[in-house]
């Protein structure tokens, strides 16, 4: 399975990111902790190089603590800052807005020098779908950015100011316009960054069979009641089909069926709470 998705809408939005950049005084990169490593863009680190950044690691609802545990120790030994967040409670909400001051605590102590206040105006920007506008949301108590669970939600430029001094820009979520490493594109697949119509859901399910099979063959097996994980991925979609019942009349199995309840449970952690990026490599 080759994965592209480079759509005009992200080009767009780059150059409106370009832009953008001149005019904040930082950033905020919004990375999914399933996915760290892959949802690194590198033209954002180009982008935004010389800014001070945030990272905030947003759905940690969706990974075991015990995982999330090696990135923290993993952002502390590189010296990044960083907040692991999950936008469904919004708990690190004044974690967040402490560290965005810290983080700016240069240029704030230049306006006070003069007797001015500024406000701190932060870019945030991820790739798509990894709640860069639910974490607006919950940053300034209020539904003013539109999400929703697929890519591509956000398309123009939207301002947000807090009570605290603070405003910030959503961005529309933007990919690298190739992938050099196919692994990062399909962990990027499994969370949602890329839009389902370009992806065939019986070669997605397919990965995510193999993936299960390496990293968590108990749990797959368990879901759909499996003694094993055939080697023949057409085997695996019989036995899956006929432990669901899933037919079409005498014509054999429901394949499509299959391979859709394969792809939504991993998505909706029935197969597990799943890290899929270990810090192994550089963020
Ligand atoms: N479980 C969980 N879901 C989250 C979290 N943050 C966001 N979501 C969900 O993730 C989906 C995408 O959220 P958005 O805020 O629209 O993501 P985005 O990064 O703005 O996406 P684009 O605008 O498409 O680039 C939505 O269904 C959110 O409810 C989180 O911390 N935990
Ligand atoms: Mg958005």
Redesign the pocket.
């Known amino acids: 399975m080759h994965i592209q998705w480079y759509p005009g809408h992200m080009t767009k939005a780059m150059r409106m990111m370009q832009e953008a950049v001149k005019q904040v005084d930082c950033v905020i990169y ?1 990375l999914d902790c399933r996915a760290i490593a892959s949802c690194i863009n590198p033209k954002f680190d180009e982008l935004i190089k010389d800014k001070p950044i945030l990272y905030v690691l ?5 990974v075991e603590q015990k995982d999330v545990k090696l990135w923290i120790e993993y952002f502390n030994k590189v010296g990044k800052n960083f907040v692991v ?4 409670t919004g708990r690190q909400r004044n974690q967040i807005i402490d560290k965005l001051r810290a983080i700016n605590a240069d240029m704030i102590a230049r306006y006070a020098q003069k007797g001015a206040k500024k406000s701190i105006r932060a870019m945030v920007v ?10 607006i949301n919950c940053l300034c108590k209020d539904k003013r ?10 398309r123009g430029k939207q301002w947000v100011s807090l009570a605290e001094g603070i405003e910030l820009l ?1 961005t ?2 933007a990919l690298p316009p190739a992938f050099e490493d196919q692994q990062k594109a399909l962990h990027l697949a499994f969370i ?1 960054s890329i839009k389902e119509d370009i992806l065939h859901l019986d070669d997605l399910a397919i990965e995510i069979i193999k993936y299960c099979k390496e990293h968590c063959y108990d749990d797959f097996c368990q879901r759909y009641k499996l003694d094993k994980i055939d080697e023949d991925m057409v085997a695996v979609f019989d036995d899956i089909a006929k432990s669901r019942g899933y037919l079409l009349g005498k014509k054999g199995y429901d394949y499509d069926r299959t391979a859709k309840a394969i792809v939504n449970d991993f998505k909706s952690q029935k197969l597990g709470k799943i890290m899929l990026d270990y810090p192994t490599t550089t963020v």
């Open positions: 919004v947003t759905k940690s609802d969706l967040a999950d936008n469904i991820g790739v798509p779908n990894t709640g860069k506008s639910t974490l950015a539109v999400v929703g669970n697929r890519p591509g939600v956000t959503d529309p979520g949602g």
